[in-house]
């Protein structure tokens, strides 16, 4: 006896699935908070991203998805490298600026933490729960979004406890 449930075939009839039910769902799913960056010296920018997602071990590799209108889509192409920062609980104004809030653009977001860089030279936030310094292995654009393979060049992990994105909000994690 099989358990397996059968779908009807995928036809231009099927009503697509409603957009308010699919952001309501999402909600439910807690995430940690990123901040991706790219570029070299002050021709830089940065995101904030709840995409991020280990991908390989062998090779350490990881995965982000980026809206193709997003600032640092050109800094991708440019230098094919990017750092991956994970937020901490005490970094949600930090958040705040790689989200755009406060209109701040390019090396304007990075005022007023400190940077490092490791092995690419994309910038990196000292201060992170763990860095990740990645050189871009593919770039698959699908739909409104840009998924981007890194290959890990470095990695650094400190203690500490993780900013969380769940309802809407970021938050402190409660655990
Ligand atoms: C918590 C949070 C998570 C986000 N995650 C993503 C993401 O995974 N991918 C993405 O393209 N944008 C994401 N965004 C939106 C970008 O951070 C935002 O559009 C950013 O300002 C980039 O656009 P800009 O550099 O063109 O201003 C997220 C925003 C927030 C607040």
Not at 27 to 32: K, P
Request: aromatic share 6%; proline share 5%; glycine share 10%.
């Amino acid at each position: 006896m099989t358990h397996l449930k059968v779908l009807p075939p995928v036809t231009s009839e099927t009503p697509p699935v409603d957009s308010e039910a699919f952001r309501a769902s999402m909600r439910q799913l807690a995430v940690g908070v990123s901040v991706i960056t790219a570029g070299q010296g002050t021709d830089r920018t940065g995101m904030t991203v709840t995409s991020l997602s280990s991908f390989s071990i062998a090779p350490p590799s990881l995965i982000v998805s980026i809206n193709r209108a997003a600032s640092i889509r050109p800094l991708l192409d440019r230098y094919r490298t990017f750092g991956a920062s994970i937020l901490g609980t005490g970094h949600n104004a930090v958040a705040d600026r790689f989200a755009g809030v406060g209109g701040l653009k390019g090396n304007g977001r990075f005022i007023g933490e400190k940077w490092i860089t490791l092995e690419t030279g994309a910038p990196l936030l000292a201060g992170a729960l763990a860095v990740f310094d990645c050189e871009i292995e593919e770039i698959i654009e699908r739909h409104t979004h840009s998924i981007v393979i890194g290959l890990v060049k470095a990695a650094r992990a400190t203690e500490g406890s993780p900013l969380v994105h769940w309802q809407g909000q970021c938050r402190a994690f409660a655990g």
